[in-house]
């Protein structure tokens, strides 16, 4: 009897139903290397690649791998290669990449805005787009990806200093589905771009405008109204100009605020803090409010009592916070699972107080709290739960949830 091939029986889209039931990434990889037609399969189903290629091998690389929808082509700040991607790689990516919806470029320093252009005309499908700490990009060219991908929902920027205004027009004009902005250190936005980029994009749920230093009141005041229902996630750090009028903005609209990020806005008071703390008492669950030097034992107390859902909280150098902030919880369990004190003036009785009411506590930073030491903490004889990790003298790896 003669022997039967299973490519004789198998189709192409039988073979694929195969392969797409493999989950083991190692089991896809040996599909390919039974044939030659089982190898051209999986490549042509391939959905992710993550890589450093010349254009020689770019070229080869999109005629093989047709479907790709997620590619990768960052760099590592500490180990970038020369020249690295181009403007040539990124038109032979609009050509070739006609699939693709998430595009990651972070680090790529080459890359201009005549390789940005060739994205807005060749990936009209991109839904993803990662070009932090890319210095040479203006707005010329992102907006022409701003025209090009109007299905755009993620962009990032962090680093592109030359970013300004005129780039949030033309985001507001195309880009109504957009639903995360990175624009951290795009020191040229201001308030008005905030207002114009909002009148057009009213589904932002993460907004990251840290060290946006031309950022205050008028902006974030046109945030909390156009993206009310929204807005999960806002970072201000060191937007010096932010005070109370955002903060009560905020509380007073945005009613599914989760994370909010307020670091070095040294012009919060006691006051909007109280407002925030009885307005997003259910929906508030990280908070950074470091360097806030006119906080107080007041607002904080406000925060513990009220914000039921608080996980993360950072109150490092808020000079005016002591031991009377953490008295009076009563009979409240809190949720803090990542909690950075580095308060001058708090005692080790408030360690033994978080240590009573927050059981799920993973991370605690006391490094900057002169009266906390370890030896302290054995010497009244506090016992740390097992998997709580203890930064007591800045020797430990520091949690980014609050980044």
């Not at 004889?381 to 980014?400: H, I, R, S, T, W």
Request: proline share 1%.
């Amino acid at each position: 009897m003669d022997s039967i091939c299973v490519n004789d029986i198998l189709r192409d889209d039988e073979l694929r139903s195969i392969l797409s039931k493999l989950e083991n990434d190692k089991d896809k990889e040996r599909f390919g290397l039974v044939c030659k037609r089982w190898l051209h399969l999986q490549s042509t189903d391939r959905k992710k690649l993550s890589l450093r290629a010349g254009h020689h091998m770019l070229k080869k690389i999109a005629a093989r791998f047709s479907r790709v929808v997620e590619l990768d082509l960052s760099q590592s700040i500490s180990r970038s290669y020369y020249p690295g991607v181009t403007d040539s790689d990124l038109s032979l990516i609009a050509d070739g990449f006609k699939c693709l919806n998430y595009l990651h470029l972070q680090n790529c320093k080459g890359i201009t805005d005549a390789g940005m252009e060739s994205i807005g005309c060749g990936l009209t499908s991109l839904q993803s787009l990662d070009v932090s700490y890319c210095r040479k990009l203006t707005d010329k060219g992102l907006s022409a990806v701003a025209k090009g991908c109007c299905n755009l929902r993620i962009l990032h920027l962090a680093g592109c200093r030359f970013v300004a205004d005129g780039l949030l027009q033309a985001i507001s004009e195309n880009c109504h589905n957009l639903e995360e902005l990175v624009l951290q250190g795009c020191i040229n936005i201001s308030d008005s771009g905030i207002t114009e980029l909002v009148h057009g994009c009213q589904n932002i749920k993460i907004l990251d405008i840290n060290k946006c230093s031309n950022v205050g009141d008028v902006g974030i005041l046109s945030v909390s109204k156009s993206c009310s229902s929204s807005l999960k996630t806002l970072k201000l750090l060191d937007c010096y100009k932010v005070g109370d009028e955002s903060i009560l903005s905020l509380a007073k609209f945005c009613k599914n605020l989760e994370t909010l990020i307020i670091g070095g806005c040294r012009d919060i008071t006691d006051d909007s803090i109280k407002f925030l703390a009885a307005a997003r008492q259910i929906s508030l669950r990280n908070l950074r409010m470091d360097w806030c030097l006119n906080i107080t034992d007041s607002s904080l107390n406000c925060i513990l009592t009220q914000c039921r859902n608080l996980e993360a909280l950072d109150i490092s150098c808020c000079e005016e916070v002591s031991d009377a902030a953490f008295q009076g919880l009563g009979e409240i369990e809190l949720s803090l699972k990542f909690f950075k004190v580095n308060c001058p003036r708090v005692t080790v009785e408030v360690i033994g107080i978080l240590l009573e009411k927050c059981s799920a506590l993973e991370y605690l930073d006391v490094r900057s709290c002169p009266l906390v030491t370890k030896a302290g903490c054995k010497e009244a004889g506090l016992q740390f739960p097992q998997n709580c990790k203890v930064n007591f003298a800045g020797d430990m790896l520091e949690y980014d949830v609050l980044v």
